[in-house]
């Protein structure tokens, strides 16, 4: 688990600047929840965090290293996306296993920690399916596994259940939220669901148009809004 701090983070593609300087900590095991309408910044940010996008100015340490020129392998950090992205012509074991597979560790453990996440994920009895042959809560299950076999200190999650039914959606919510409860990773979790981000946060961080509005736990956002932006934005259900 890591702490997160992110200091006047600024982002600049060309003349566009999608980040006007953000500044928020993470607590270590806490689960953080980044909100705001399409096109804020949201993905921008996790993705700056992630390190897979270069950071114009500011700051942005995991634990207690400053990460801005670490290049994605060195940050253990798992991320996981909307579209899961799983290889279609491996299994479900061979996807959880990939990963690990390409940092050289031995097949043992390879195969004992695909299955304790296996376990975990009530993913046992799918290991010799394929991608096509799952629906799709049990995608993103594996898309989950993949990234839990890798024990990293930070997960970073980009609207993984916007693709998934209403129904599918709210279960997946209590199952990524029992998952935090039983490993304690600290996480940062992109949605643009104000039910979600409700239900899931520990503490909320609202953003607009490449700024931070307010950062709270949920029931202080709900009432105490610092702006009629947040007020509208959380009181709105999606
Ligand atoms: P969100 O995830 O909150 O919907 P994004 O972080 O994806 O928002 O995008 C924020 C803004 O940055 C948008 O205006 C988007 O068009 C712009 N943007 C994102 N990626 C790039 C890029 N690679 N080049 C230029 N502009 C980009
Ligand atoms: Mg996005």
Not at 105 to 111: D, G, P, R, T, Y
């Amino acid at each position: 688990m890591a702490s997160v701090s992110i200091n006047k983070a600024t982002k600049r593609y060309g003349n566009l600047v999608v980040l006007k300087g953000v500044s928020v900590d993470i607590e270590d095991g806490e689960f953080a929840v980044l909100i705001g309408p399409s096109g804020c910044g949201k993905s921008t940010l996790l993705r700056m965090i992630a390190g897979l996008e270069d950071i114009t100015g500011g700051e942005i340490e995991i634990g207690d290293r400053v990460v801005n020129d670490l290049p994605p392998k060195d940050r253990d950090i798992a991320m996981v996306f909307q579209n899961y992205a799983l290889y279609p012509h491996m299994t479900v074991e061979q996807n959880m296993g990939f990963s690990l597979k390409l940092q050289g560790i031995s097949k043992a453990e390879i195969a004992s920690k695909v299955d304790s996440a296996a376990q975990i994920l009530g993913l046992e009895d799918l290991l010799d399916r394929q991608p096509r042959q799952l629906s799709g809560g049990q995608r993103q299950r594996v898309a989950m596994g993949r990234a839990i076999v890798r024990d990293p200190q930070l997960f970073l999650f980009d609207e993984p259940l916007s693709n998934l039914d209403a129904k599918l959606r709210v279960q997946m919510r209590a199952e990524i939220k029992e998952l935090h409860q039983r490993l304690q990773t600290t996480t940062i979790y992109v949605t643009h669901d104000q039910v979600e981000a409700m239900t899931m946060a520990d503490k909320i961080v609202v953003m607009r148009d490449g700024v931070i509005e307010q950062i709270g736990a949920p029931l202080d956002l709900y009432d105490r809004p610092l702006n009629t932006f947040v007020a509208s934005f959380i009181g709105s259900p999606s």
